[in-house]
Protein backbone atom coordinates (compact mmCIF):
# COMPACT_ATOMS: atom_id res chain seq x y z
CA UNK A 1 0.00 0.00 0.00
CA UNK A 2 1.59 3.07 -0.70
CA UNK A 3 0.81 6.18 1.42
CA UNK A 4 2.06 9.69 2.76
CA UNK A 5 2.87 9.88 6.35
CA UNK A 6 3.63 13.55 7.88
CA UNK A 7 7.18 13.31 9.96
CA UNK A 8 7.48 14.41 13.38
CA UNK A 9 8.97 17.74 12.55
CA UNK A 10 10.09 19.05 15.82
CA UNK A 11 11.93 22.74 15.11
CA UNK A 12 8.01 23.38 13.14
CA UNK A 13 5.37 24.66 15.75
CA UNK A 14 2.31 24.41 15.08
CA UNK A 15 1.92 27.88 12.65
CA UNK A 16 -0.56 28.59 9.75
CA UNK A 17 2.57 27.05 7.07
CA UNK A 18 2.36 23.65 8.76
CA UNK A 19 -1.34 23.69 8.67
CA UNK A 20 -0.95 24.47 4.94
CA UNK A 21 1.59 21.35 4.37
CA UNK A 22 -1.05 19.20 6.56
CA UNK A 23 -3.70 19.57 4.31
CA UNK A 24 -1.32 19.55 1.11
CA UNK A 25 -0.02 16.08 2.44
CA UNK A 26 -3.51 15.25 3.41
CA UNK A 27 -4.59 15.49 -0.46
CA UNK A 28 -1.21 13.75 -1.73
CA UNK A 29 -2.41 10.92 0.65
CA UNK A 30 -5.81 10.48 -0.91
CA UNK A 31 -3.77 10.86 -4.47
CA UNK A 32 -1.47 8.14 -3.52
CA UNK A 33 -3.59 5.82 -1.48
CA UNK A 34 -5.90 5.75 -4.85
CA UNK A 35 -3.13 5.38 -7.29
CA UNK A 36 -1.10 3.66 -4.58
CA UNK A 37 -1.53 -0.16 -6.03
CA UNK A 38 -2.41 0.57 -9.67
CA UNK A 39 1.42 1.52 -9.72
CA UNK A 40 2.58 -2.49 -9.01
CA UNK A 41 3.83 -3.55 -12.28
CA UNK A 42 1.93 -6.41 -13.42
CA UNK A 43 2.91 -8.70 -16.18
CA UNK A 44 1.01 -7.45 -19.07
CA UNK A 45 3.38 -3.76 -18.78
CA UNK A 46 5.52 -3.26 -21.19
CA UNK A 47 9.12 -2.88 -20.40
CA UNK A 48 9.95 0.61 -19.86
CA UNK A 49 12.55 2.07 -22.84
CA UNK A 50 14.60 4.45 -21.45
CA UNK A 51 14.73 6.89 -24.47
CA UNK A 52 12.93 9.73 -23.40
CA UNK A 53 9.98 8.99 -25.08
CA UNK A 54 6.52 7.54 -23.37
CA UNK A 55 4.43 5.89 -24.72
CA UNK A 56 5.64 2.79 -23.27
CA UNK A 57 4.54 4.19 -19.58
CA UNK A 58 0.81 4.12 -21.10
CA UNK A 59 -1.55 2.15 -18.54
CA UNK A 60 0.89 3.29 -15.26
CA UNK A 61 -1.14 5.70 -13.24
CA UNK A 62 0.37 8.48 -11.23
CA UNK A 63 1.67 8.09 -7.75
CA UNK A 64 1.62 11.55 -6.97
CA UNK A 65 0.62 15.05 -8.28
CA UNK A 66 2.50 18.10 -6.92
CA UNK A 67 0.32 20.98 -7.10
CA UNK A 68 1.26 23.57 -9.82
CA UNK A 69 3.00 26.88 -8.95
CA UNK A 70 4.40 26.06 -5.82
CA UNK A 71 8.06 25.93 -6.30
CA UNK A 72 10.25 28.94 -5.92
CA UNK A 73 10.38 31.85 -8.55
CA UNK A 74 11.64 30.80 -12.16
CA UNK A 75 12.39 27.65 -10.21
CA UNK A 76 11.38 23.92 -11.44
CA UNK A 77 7.29 22.97 -10.55
CA UNK A 78 7.16 19.46 -9.56
CA UNK A 79 4.19 17.90 -10.96
CA UNK A 80 2.86 14.70 -11.97
CA UNK A 81 5.19 11.63 -10.88
CA UNK A 82 4.90 7.89 -12.38
CA UNK A 83 6.73 5.19 -11.16
CA UNK A 84 7.17 1.21 -12.03
CA UNK A 85 10.27 -0.83 -11.83
CA UNK A 86 11.83 -4.21 -13.76
CA UNK A 87 14.15 -6.57 -12.03
CA UNK A 88 17.09 -4.41 -12.02
CA UNK A 89 15.92 -0.75 -12.06
CA UNK A 90 13.27 1.84 -10.61
CA UNK A 91 11.87 4.42 -13.38
CA UNK A 92 10.43 7.37 -12.67
CA UNK A 93 8.55 9.51 -15.19
CA UNK A 94 8.69 12.97 -14.32
CA UNK A 95 7.05 16.48 -14.85
CA UNK A 96 9.46 19.92 -13.61
CA UNK A 97 6.85 22.55 -15.13
CA UNK A 98 9.75 24.00 -17.09
CA UNK A 99 12.27 23.66 -19.49
CA UNK A 100 14.73 21.96 -17.56
CA UNK A 101 18.66 21.04 -18.58
CA UNK A 102 18.30 17.90 -15.65
CA UNK A 103 22.23 17.96 -15.39
CA UNK A 104 22.17 21.62 -14.82
CA UNK A 105 22.60 23.47 -11.61
CA UNK A 106 21.35 26.78 -10.68
CA UNK A 107 24.29 28.51 -11.59
CA UNK A 108 23.78 27.17 -15.25
CA UNK A 109 21.41 28.02 -17.79
CA UNK A 110 17.99 25.96 -17.35
CA UNK A 111 19.13 24.26 -14.06
CA UNK A 112 17.95 23.42 -11.06
CA UNK A 113 19.05 21.90 -7.68
CA UNK A 114 16.74 18.91 -8.27
CA UNK A 115 18.11 16.13 -5.34
CA UNK A 116 16.29 12.26 -5.52
CA UNK A 117 16.96 10.92 -1.85
CA UNK A 118 15.54 7.03 -2.14
CA UNK A 119 15.14 5.06 1.56
CA UNK A 120 15.39 1.56 -0.05
CA UNK A 121 14.27 0.21 3.46
CA UNK A 122 11.79 2.38 4.69
CA UNK A 123 13.34 2.95 7.75
CA UNK A 124 14.73 6.16 8.91
CA UNK A 125 17.10 4.55 10.97
CA UNK A 126 19.54 3.74 8.40
CA UNK A 127 21.01 5.79 6.29
CA UNK A 128 21.21 9.43 5.93
CA UNK A 129 18.47 11.27 7.88
CA UNK A 130 17.10 13.74 6.12
CA UNK A 131 13.57 15.18 5.70
CA UNK A 132 12.32 12.50 7.94
CA UNK A 133 13.95 9.92 5.39
CA UNK A 134 17.18 7.54 6.00
CA UNK A 135 18.53 7.58 2.68
CA UNK A 136 20.69 5.02 1.62
CA UNK A 137 20.87 7.09 -2.39
CA UNK A 138 21.19 10.98 -3.01
CA UNK A 139 21.33 11.81 -6.34
CA UNK A 140 22.14 15.83 -6.57
CA UNK A 141 20.92 15.48 -10.15
CA UNK A 142 21.56 19.42 -10.98
CA UNK A 143 24.56 19.56 -9.02
CA UNK A 144 25.82 16.34 -10.50
CA UNK A 145 26.56 14.33 -7.22
CA UNK A 146 25.63 10.82 -6.29
CA UNK A 147 25.74 9.57 -2.71
CA UNK A 148 25.48 6.58 -1.03
CA UNK A 149 25.01 5.87 2.47
CA UNK A 150 25.27 2.27 4.54
CA UNK A 151 23.31 1.73 7.22
CA UNK A 152 25.10 3.15 9.96
CA UNK A 153 24.85 7.01 7.54
CA UNK A 154 28.16 6.80 6.07
CA UNK A 155 28.66 8.07 2.92
CA UNK A 156 30.20 7.19 -0.61
CA UNK A 157 30.50 9.22 -3.82
CA UNK A 158 29.97 7.85 -6.57
CA UNK A 159 30.75 9.10 -10.14
CA UNK A 160 27.44 9.90 -12.00
CA UNK A 161 29.21 8.86 -14.95
CA UNK A 162 28.85 5.48 -13.65
CA UNK A 163 25.13 5.40 -14.80
CA UNK A 164 23.66 4.54 -11.45
CA UNK A 165 21.07 7.16 -11.95
CA UNK A 166 20.42 8.05 -16.02
CA UNK A 167 17.89 10.16 -16.96
CA UNK A 168 16.49 11.05 -20.88
CA UNK A 169 16.31 13.38 -22.62
CA UNK A 170 20.13 14.51 -22.10
CA UNK A 171 18.77 17.91 -23.93
CA UNK A 172 16.46 20.23 -22.12
CA UNK A 173 12.82 19.35 -21.73
CA UNK A 174 9.61 19.90 -19.08
CA UNK A 175 9.80 16.00 -18.20
CA UNK A 176 11.80 13.15 -18.01
CA UNK A 177 12.41 9.09 -17.68
CA UNK A 178 14.78 8.65 -14.50
CA UNK A 179 15.96 5.11 -14.25
CA UNK A 180 17.77 4.41 -10.78
CA UNK A 181 20.06 0.75 -10.66
CA UNK A 182 18.39 -0.95 -7.95
CA UNK A 183 21.14 -2.33 -5.58
CA UNK A 184 21.13 -5.95 -5.35
CA UNK A 185 19.57 -6.62 -2.03
CA UNK A 186 16.76 -4.33 -2.89
CA UNK A 187 15.71 -5.85 -6.26
CA UNK A 188 12.78 -8.04 -6.62
CA UNK A 189 12.97 -11.83 -6.00
CA UNK A 190 14.02 -12.86 -9.54
CA UNK A 191 11.07 -15.53 -9.56
CA UNK A 192 8.43 -14.29 -7.85
CA UNK A 193 8.87 -10.96 -8.07
CA UNK A 194 8.05 -10.03 -4.65
CA UNK A 195 9.82 -6.76 -3.26
CA UNK A 196 9.62 -4.42 -0.43
CA UNK A 197 8.54 -1.00 0.07
CA UNK A 198 10.68 2.06 -0.05
CA UNK A 199 9.92 6.11 0.53
CA UNK A 200 11.10 8.60 -2.30
CA UNK A 201 11.16 12.09 -2.08
CA UNK A 202 12.25 14.79 -4.73
CA UNK A 203 13.21 18.31 -3.23
CA UNK A 204 14.67 21.18 -5.36
CA UNK A 205 17.10 22.40 -2.85
CA UNK A 206 16.99 26.26 -2.72
CA UNK A 207 15.07 29.26 -0.42
CA UNK A 208 11.36 27.96 -1.51
CA UNK A 209 12.39 24.98 -3.78
CA UNK A 210 9.12 23.03 -5.01
CA UNK A 211 9.16 19.34 -3.19
CA UNK A 212 7.21 15.94 -4.43
CA UNK A 213 5.90 15.17 -1.86
CA UNK A 214 5.36 18.68 -0.70
CA UNK A 215 5.77 17.03 3.34
CA UNK A 216 6.90 14.00 4.07
CA UNK A 217 7.44 10.99 1.25
CA UNK A 218 5.84 8.52 -0.63
CA UNK A 219 6.10 5.53 -0.91
CA UNK A 220 6.58 2.79 -3.49
CA UNK A 221 6.38 -1.18 -3.28
CA UNK A 222 8.79 -3.32 -5.55
CA UNK A 223 6.30 -5.81 -5.52
CA UNK A 224 4.70 -7.60 -8.45
CA UNK A 225 5.58 -9.20 -11.93
CA UNK A 226 8.87 -6.94 -12.61
CA UNK A 227 7.97 -5.68 -16.56
CA UNK A 228 9.66 -8.05 -19.25
CA UNK A 229 12.83 -7.19 -20.21
CA UNK A 230 13.17 -6.54 -24.21
CA UNK A 231 14.60 -8.96 -26.37
CA UNK A 232 18.25 -8.67 -27.42
CA UNK A 233 18.85 -7.16 -31.17
CA UNK A 234 20.66 -9.21 -33.46
CA UNK A 235 23.65 -7.62 -35.39
CA UNK A 236 23.15 -10.00 -38.55
CA UNK A 237 21.15 -7.78 -41.09
CA UNK A 238 17.42 -8.40 -41.09
CA UNK A 239 17.17 -7.71 -45.20
CA UNK A 240 20.35 -8.38 -46.94
CA UNK A 241 20.18 -5.62 -49.39
CA UNK A 242 19.62 -2.42 -46.72
CA UNK A 243 21.56 0.04 -46.63
CA UNK A 244 23.73 0.07 -43.32
CA UNK A 245 25.12 3.21 -42.46
CA UNK A 246 27.43 3.37 -38.64
CA UNK A 247 27.71 6.65 -37.12
CA UNK A 248 31.06 6.68 -34.51
CA UNK A 249 33.20 9.41 -32.14
CA UNK A 250 36.60 7.47 -32.52
CA UNK A 251 37.64 9.43 -29.42
CA UNK A 252 40.20 11.86 -30.96
CA UNK A 253 41.21 8.85 -33.57
CA UNK A 254 41.82 5.88 -31.21
CA UNK A 255 41.90 3.60 -34.24
CA UNK A 256 45.81 4.53 -34.27
CA UNK A 257 45.99 3.03 -31.16
CA UNK A 258 44.02 0.28 -30.90
CA UNK A 259 43.17 -0.87 -34.92
CA UNK A 260 42.52 -4.71 -34.20
CA UNK A 261 39.65 -3.82 -31.66
CA UNK A 262 38.21 -1.25 -34.58
CA UNK A 263 38.90 -3.86 -36.57
CA UNK A 264 36.80 -6.68 -34.94
CA UNK A 265 33.95 -4.21 -34.56
CA UNK A 266 33.82 -2.85 -37.55
CA UNK A 267 34.41 -6.84 -39.25
CA UNK A 268 31.16 -7.67 -36.45
CA UNK A 269 29.15 -4.94 -37.59
CA UNK A 270 29.76 -4.71 -41.40
CA UNK A 271 28.62 -1.36 -42.29
CA UNK A 272 28.21 -0.28 -46.02
CA UNK A 273 28.52 3.83 -45.39
CA UNK A 274 30.83 4.35 -42.30
CA UNK A 275 30.76 8.21 -40.61
CA UNK A 276 33.43 9.05 -38.37
CA UNK A 277 33.92 11.83 -35.91
CA UNK A 278 36.85 13.16 -34.44
CA UNK A 279 39.31 11.93 -36.47
CA UNK A 280 42.05 14.47 -35.62
CA UNK A 281 45.49 12.76 -36.47
CA UNK A 282 44.72 10.62 -39.58
CA UNK A 283 44.60 12.24 -42.90
CA UNK A 284 41.18 11.68 -45.23
CA UNK A 285 43.49 8.86 -47.09
CA UNK A 286 44.63 7.18 -44.04
CA UNK A 287 40.76 6.75 -42.83
CA UNK A 288 39.80 5.37 -45.96
CA UNK A 289 43.48 3.06 -46.65
CA UNK A 290 41.79 1.57 -42.59
CA UNK A 291 38.77 0.57 -43.88
CA UNK A 292 39.99 -0.71 -47.01
CA UNK A 293 41.88 -3.35 -45.25
CA UNK A 294 39.37 -4.13 -42.78
CA UNK A 295 36.78 -4.56 -45.74
CA UNK A 296 38.54 -5.67 -48.86
CA UNK A 297 37.05 -6.28 -52.35
CA UNK A 298 35.85 -3.80 -52.32
CA UNK A 299 36.26 0.00 -53.87
CA UNK A 300 36.81 3.03 -50.99
CA UNK A 301 35.43 6.40 -51.24
CA UNK A 302 36.35 9.06 -48.46
CA UNK A 303 35.96 12.74 -47.97
CA UNK A 304 35.68 14.79 -44.82
CA UNK A 305 35.40 17.98 -43.39
CA UNK A 306 37.34 19.14 -40.19
CA UNK A 307 37.50 15.68 -38.06
CA UNK A 308 34.04 14.20 -39.93
CA UNK A 309 34.98 11.51 -42.10
CA UNK A 310 32.78 9.41 -44.29
CA UNK A 311 33.99 6.13 -46.31
CA UNK A 312 31.97 4.78 -48.93
CA UNK A 313 31.79 1.69 -51.37
CA UNK A 314 29.76 3.78 -53.76
CA UNK A 315 30.90 7.54 -55.71
CA UNK A 316 30.85 10.45 -53.88
CA UNK A 317 29.23 12.97 -56.00
CA UNK A 318 28.89 16.04 -54.19
CA UNK A 319 30.86 17.67 -51.15
CA UNK A 320 30.03 20.41 -49.67
CA UNK A 321 30.95 21.75 -45.70
CA UNK A 322 28.50 23.37 -43.43
CA UNK A 323 30.92 24.94 -40.78
CA UNK A 324 32.90 22.24 -39.18
CA UNK A 325 30.56 19.29 -40.47
CA UNK A 326 30.47 17.34 -43.70
CA UNK A 327 27.84 17.24 -46.50
CA UNK A 328 28.32 14.47 -49.13
CA UNK A 329 26.25 13.44 -51.86
CA UNK A 330 26.18 9.08 -52.10
CA UNK A 331 25.37 8.06 -55.62
CA UNK A 332 23.75 4.93 -54.57
CA UNK A 333 23.66 1.32 -56.83
CA UNK A 334 20.19 2.03 -59.43
CA UNK A 335 19.41 -2.12 -57.95
CA UNK A 336 18.26 -0.26 -54.28
CA UNK A 337 16.67 2.51 -55.85
CA UNK A 338 16.46 5.60 -58.05
CA UNK A 339 17.01 7.85 -55.30
CA UNK A 340 20.43 8.85 -54.09
CA UNK A 341 21.73 9.69 -50.61
CA UNK A 342 22.41 13.48 -49.16
CA UNK A 343 24.72 12.45 -45.95
CA UNK A 344 25.22 14.68 -43.46
CA UNK A 345 28.30 13.87 -40.71
CA UNK A 346 27.83 15.50 -38.17
CA UNK A 347 29.66 16.94 -34.99
CA UNK A 348 28.90 19.75 -32.88
CA UNK A 349 30.60 21.96 -30.42
CA UNK A 350 30.72 20.11 -27.05
CA UNK A 351 29.44 20.61 -23.58
CA UNK A 352 28.25 24.20 -22.65
CA UNK A 353 28.82 25.68 -25.91
CA UNK A 354 25.16 26.55 -26.78
CA UNK A 355 25.61 29.46 -28.85
CA UNK A 356 27.91 27.50 -31.44
CA UNK A 357 25.60 24.85 -31.47
CA UNK A 358 22.81 26.67 -31.75
CA UNK A 359 24.26 28.11 -34.97
CA UNK A 360 25.30 24.89 -36.66
CA UNK A 361 22.13 23.11 -36.25
CA UNK A 362 20.70 25.95 -37.89
CA UNK A 363 23.14 26.12 -40.72
CA UNK A 364 22.91 22.37 -41.04
CA UNK A 365 18.80 22.95 -41.28
CA UNK A 366 19.23 25.73 -43.68
CA UNK A 367 21.43 23.76 -46.09
CA UNK A 368 19.25 20.81 -46.06
CA UNK A 369 16.44 23.07 -47.02
CA UNK A 370 18.05 25.07 -49.82
CA UNK A 371 19.14 22.02 -51.50
CA UNK A 372 15.30 20.67 -51.27
CA UNK A 373 14.69 24.18 -52.91
CA UNK A 374 17.21 23.88 -55.87
CA UNK A 375 19.76 26.25 -54.54
CA UNK A 376 21.97 24.61 -52.41
CA UNK A 377 25.91 23.39 -51.87
CA UNK A 378 25.21 21.01 -54.70
CA UNK A 379 22.28 19.32 -57.03
CA UNK A 380 20.25 17.20 -55.83
CA UNK A 381 17.67 15.52 -57.15
CA UNK A 382 14.67 16.77 -54.61
CA UNK A 383 12.98 12.82 -53.69
CA UNK A 384 16.36 12.07 -52.63
CA UNK A 385 17.09 10.51 -49.15
CA UNK A 386 18.59 12.76 -46.30
CA UNK A 387 20.28 11.57 -43.37
CA UNK A 388 22.04 13.40 -40.99
CA UNK A 389 23.89 11.54 -38.64
CA UNK A 390 26.58 11.71 -36.00
CA UNK A 391 27.61 12.95 -32.82
CA UNK A 392 25.86 16.49 -31.81
CA UNK A 393 26.72 16.73 -28.56
CA UNK A 394 22.75 17.42 -27.49
CA UNK A 395 23.71 18.39 -23.65
CA UNK A 396 22.15 21.81 -23.83
CA UNK A 397 18.95 23.10 -25.37
CA UNK A 398 16.39 21.07 -27.17
CA UNK A 399 15.71 23.62 -30.00
CA UNK A 400 19.02 22.55 -31.48
CA UNK A 401 17.35 18.96 -32.10
CA UNK A 402 14.17 21.04 -32.95
CA UNK A 403 16.17 22.41 -35.71
CA UNK A 404 17.39 19.77 -37.34
CA UNK A 405 14.63 17.24 -37.20
CA UNK A 406 11.69 19.69 -37.53
CA UNK A 407 13.16 22.40 -39.66
CA UNK A 408 12.24 25.30 -36.49
CA UNK A 409 14.97 27.79 -36.83
CA UNK A 410 16.65 28.78 -34.02
CA UNK A 411 17.33 32.21 -35.35
CA UNK A 412 14.36 33.61 -37.18
CA UNK A 413 16.31 35.70 -39.59
CA UNK A 414 16.87 32.40 -41.21
CA UNK A 415 13.50 32.11 -42.37
CA UNK A 416 10.27 30.52 -41.68
CA UNK A 417 9.84 26.91 -40.40
CA UNK A 418 10.07 24.09 -42.99
CA UNK A 419 9.83 20.74 -43.35
CA UNK A 420 13.07 18.33 -43.85
CA UNK A 421 11.03 15.31 -43.80
CA UNK A 422 9.07 16.67 -46.95
CA UNK A 423 5.51 15.61 -46.99
CA UNK A 424 6.70 13.87 -43.63
CA UNK A 425 7.04 16.77 -42.02
CA UNK A 426 9.94 16.49 -39.66
CA UNK A 427 13.19 13.74 -39.77
CA UNK A 428 12.61 10.64 -38.20
CA UNK A 429 15.08 9.50 -35.41
CA UNK A 430 16.75 6.09 -35.89
CA UNK A 431 15.60 3.85 -32.75
CA UNK A 432 19.15 3.14 -32.05
CA UNK A 433 18.43 0.83 -28.80
CA UNK A 434 21.52 -0.83 -27.27
CA UNK A 435 21.20 -4.58 -28.52
CA UNK A 436 21.56 -5.55 -24.95
CA UNK A 437 20.15 -3.09 -23.14
CA UNK A 438 16.89 -1.15 -22.36
CA UNK A 439 18.43 2.39 -23.08
CA UNK A 440 19.52 4.91 -26.24
CA UNK A 441 22.07 5.97 -24.59
CA UNK A 442 25.38 6.37 -26.94
CA UNK A 443 27.92 7.74 -24.75
CA UNK A 444 29.57 7.44 -21.01
CA UNK A 445 32.30 7.95 -18.97
CA UNK A 446 32.60 6.50 -15.81
CA UNK A 447 34.81 9.17 -14.29
CA UNK A 448 32.57 12.06 -15.36
CA UNK A 449 30.65 14.06 -13.71
CA UNK A 450 28.00 13.88 -16.03
CA UNK A 451 25.85 10.55 -16.44
CA UNK A 452 25.54 8.42 -19.45
CA UNK A 453 23.28 10.32 -22.30
CA UNK A 454 22.01 10.24 -26.28
CA UNK A 455 24.97 12.61 -27.75
CA UNK A 456 24.35 10.17 -30.92
CA UNK A 457 21.83 10.42 -33.58
CA UNK A 458 21.05 9.36 -36.87
CA UNK A 459 17.74 11.51 -38.41
CA UNK A 460 16.37 10.39 -41.37
CA UNK A 461 13.49 10.96 -44.17
CA UNK A 462 11.31 8.47 -43.74
CA UNK A 463 9.65 9.18 -47.13
CA UNK A 464 12.64 7.86 -48.74
CA UNK A 465 13.89 5.59 -46.40
CA UNK A 466 12.63 2.70 -44.45
CA UNK A 467 14.10 1.57 -41.37
CA UNK A 468 14.86 -1.91 -41.29
CA UNK A 469 16.96 -2.20 -37.61
CA UNK A 470 18.87 0.28 -35.95
CA UNK A 471 21.01 -0.23 -32.92
CA UNK A 472 23.82 0.38 -30.84
CA UNK A 473 26.87 -1.68 -29.68
CA UNK A 474 28.24 -2.03 -25.95
CA UNK A 475 30.48 -5.15 -25.61
CA UNK A 476 30.39 -5.23 -22.19
CA UNK A 477 26.89 -5.46 -21.67
CA UNK A 478 26.44 -8.80 -24.63
CA UNK A 479 26.10 -12.20 -23.17
CA UNK A 480 29.36 -13.93 -23.57
CA UNK A 481 28.09 -16.49 -25.92
CA UNK A 482 26.81 -13.63 -28.19
CA UNK A 483 30.01 -11.99 -28.13
CA UNK A 484 31.86 -15.01 -28.95
CA UNK A 485 29.75 -15.56 -32.15
CA UNK A 486 30.37 -12.34 -33.72
CA UNK A 487 34.01 -12.47 -32.31
CA UNK A 488 34.03 -9.48 -30.12
CA UNK A 489 35.71 -9.31 -26.53
CA UNK A 490 33.73 -7.71 -23.73
CA UNK A 491 36.00 -4.21 -23.37
CA UNK A 492 35.87 -3.92 -27.41
CA UNK A 493 33.53 -0.65 -27.08
CA UNK A 494 34.94 1.36 -23.84
CA UNK A 495 38.62 0.80 -25.19
CA UNK A 496 38.14 2.26 -28.42
CA UNK A 497 35.49 5.24 -27.23
CA UNK A 498 33.17 6.82 -25.13
CA UNK A 499 30.59 6.83 -27.46
CA UNK A 500 29.36 3.89 -28.94
CA UNK A 501 28.98 2.85 -32.48
CA UNK A 502 25.84 3.65 -33.57
CA UNK A 503 23.95 1.74 -36.89
CA UNK A 504 20.73 2.25 -38.94
CA UNK A 505 19.92 -0.10 -41.59
CA UNK A 506 17.45 1.47 -44.52
CA UNK A 507 15.45 0.11 -47.14
CA UNK A 508 15.30 2.64 -50.04
CA UNK A 509 11.35 3.03 -50.81
CA UNK A 510 10.26 3.47 -54.00
CA1 LIG B 1 10.52 5.59 -22.71
CA1 LIG C 1 4.77 21.69 -7.91
CA1 LIG D 1 16.90 3.80 5.28
Excluded at 109 to 134: E, I, K, M, Q, W
Excluded at 224 to 238: D, F, K, M, Q, S
Aim: glycine share 10%; proline share 5%.
Amino acid sequence: MSNQTVPIRPSIGFSAQCMIRRRRALSAVILAAAFGLATAATASQRAILLDGGFRDWRGIAPLAHDPSGDGAEGGIDLGRLRVTHDGRYLYLRLAVGRETLLQNGLSEAAGSNLRLFLDYDASAGTGLPVHGLGAELEARLGERQLFEYDATGARRELSPGGGKVTALPTHSASRFEIRVALPRAVRPHKKTGAGGEIRLLLVDEQQGGDRLPDSGWLTYRLDGAPLEPLEPLELERRQADSLRLLSLNVANTSIADHPATYKRLLQALAPDILSFQEVRDWSTEQTRAFVADVFPGRQWHAEAVADCVTVSPYPIVGLAAVDQNLVVHIDLPTAMGRRDLVLFNVHLPCCGNDADRDRESDNIAAAWRDMLAGRGLFPIDPEDAVVVLGDFNFVGFGRQLRAIRQGVFIDPSLGPSFAPGRARGSLAIASGRRTHANTVTTWRNRSSSFAPGRLDFIFFSSDALRQVASFSVDTAEMAPKFRRSHGLRHGDSIQISDHLPLIADFELRK
